[in-house]
């Protein structure tokens, strides 16, 4: 896997992007990366945020459905 995030503005936290090798993905594993990421986050920025490509709509869903 590879990422990049960096603090934003104020107390916020900007995730650029998470990525899993194609063989990794739809295991859980990209999943189990970002909630791991958020529970870190979440204990010293009030909010998180995620970027994404608008041409990749896969992206965005699974970004919803973690909350």
Do not use: H, M
């Amino acid at each position: 896997f590879f990422g990049k995030g960096y603090k934003y503005q104020n107390s916020d936290f900007e995730l650029q992007y998470i990525a899993v090798e194609d063989k990794w993905q739809g295991k859980g594993v990209g999943r189990s990366l970002a909630k791991r990421i958020f529970t870190i986050v979440r204990k010293s920025y009030k909010k998180c945020v995620v970027k994404t490509l608008i041409s990749t709509p896969i992206n965005i869903k699974f970004y919803e459905k973690l909350g």
